[in-house]
């Protein structure tokens, strides 16, 4: 193995266990729970990626794997453990519109669990026509958080964690809207993040683009 292949190589190795170090995916479950339908259809393609994005940030990657038809129109966070400090930046892939403040205030039957807004409009929502600005199947949504001085990225992920109405966690909320049969459910991260297939994906093509190498060299 030469020093350029063997170097390609640790690049990889270093990249892909930075990237799982810094990045948690969660789950929804439904809240409302008025279509047994939708919920499902929510639980099954809606998540959220919690990523270190350095300088005392966190970015939210909300995601709508699709098929099924369904757009997160509004997205909100209880936060518990007082980490939150102001909301940065708000991206999204082409066709998702969101600004803050979502409306309503508070997630759409969160008083049923507890779920309260904080700090003081910790919510944004798409912009009308809100369905079709909303996170679509096979659309993302990015939102920057700057946390409080002295907290972490991993005190972040301990508070989403620990899950519940109950001091010292963090509630991701989310509102969806455009099912199929024209109805809309709320959902709250499930505690348990998910193993990021992201960082198996960035394996795969680590390695073929070190089997390019190779057969450069053989070449």
Request: charge should be negative.
């Amino acid at each position: 193995m030469t020093f350029s292949f063997r170097a390609a190589a640790l690049s990889v190795v270093m990249a892909v266990s930075a990237f799982a170090a810094d990045a948690a995916t969660y789950n929804f479950g439904g809240v409302t729970n008025t279509s047994s339908t939708n919920t499902t259809t929510g639980q099954n393609q809606l998540s959220v990626d919690v990523i270190d994005s350095g300088s005392g940030t966190v970015s939210f990657t909300f995601n709508n794997s699709g098929p099924l038809a369904s757009s997160i129109t509004d997205v909100y966070w209880d936060d518990q453990a007082g980490l939150l400090r102001s909301m940065g930046s708000i991206t999204g892939s082409t066709g998702v519109s969101y600004s803050p403040l979502a409306k309503p205030g508070n997630l759409p039957g969160g008083q049923t669990i507890g779920f309260s807004v904080s700090p003081t409009g910790a919510s944004a929502d798409s912009t009308a026509p809100v369905q079709p600005n909303g996170v679509n199947p096979g659309e993302w949504l990015t939102i920057v958080w700057s946390l409080i001085s002295g907290t972490t990225y991993s005190d972040v992920l301990a508070a989403l964690d620990l899950g519940g109405d109950q001091a010292g966690s963090l509630r991701i909320g989310i509102h969806v809207q455009g099912f199929a049969n024209g109805g809309s459910e709320s959902f709250v991260n499930t505690p348990a993040p998910v193993p990021v297939p992201a960082a198996g994906v960035l394996m795969i093509g680590a390695l073929g683009a070190m089997g390019v190498l190779r057969r450069r060299r053989k070449a």
